[in-house]
């Protein structure tokens, strides 16, 4: 796969829409690369979460306990809180296909966002807008759950 190629398929991943083509072409230079054959785990519930992953090309299943398996094809972003902060992964992650992966560790993405600080800004309100809607649906679930306490 050529770099323009990996490039165009990691400015169509969640978050990485928000880079200019400077900071794709340093990620996509900088990023580890991944390959997995069928059935090979990529992690496991509970296991360090130390950065994302990109999908390349093939398809990665993600199931968390007693979960619907959710399956991630390319362009997909696998572990997005683990840009930013360093964590535990809250699934299994297995790979259904030949799959090749580019993974940006935290430290990567914090270098990257030093460096282009307009992409830390967008990718800061973008993360704000998202909590924002979570919290509204957290507040409309507690209503529903006062509303029927009181029946």
């Known amino acids: 796969m050529g770099l ?11 978050v990485f829409e928000f880079f200019d083509s400077g900071a794709l072409r340093l990620l996509t230079f900088a990023g580890e690369r991944v390959l997995l054959e069928p059935g090979e785990r990529l992690f496991e519930r509970g296991d360090k979460a130390d950065g994302g992953f990109i999908v390349l090309s093939g398809t990665v299943e993600l199931k968390g306990p007693g979960g619907t398996p959710v399956l991630a094809g390319r362009s997909a972003l696998i572990g997005r809180t683990a840009l930013f902060a360093k964590g535990k992964r809250p699934t299994d992650a297995v790979a259904t296909s030949s799959v090749e ?6 430290q990567l993405m914090t270098r990257v966002l030093k460096e282009f600080p307009d992409a830390a800004t967008a990718i800061y309100d ?13 507040e409309t679930v507690r209503a529903r759950l006062t509303d029927t306490k009181a029946r």
């Not at 323009?4 to 969640?14: G, K, N, Q, R």
């Open 4 to 14: 323009d190629d990996e490039i165009a398929i990691l400015a169509a991943a969640p």
């Open 126 to 138: 973008w993360l704000a807008d998202d909590l924002g809607e979570l919290s509204r649906g957290l």
């Open 101 to 106: 992966l580019m993974r940006i560790t935290t």
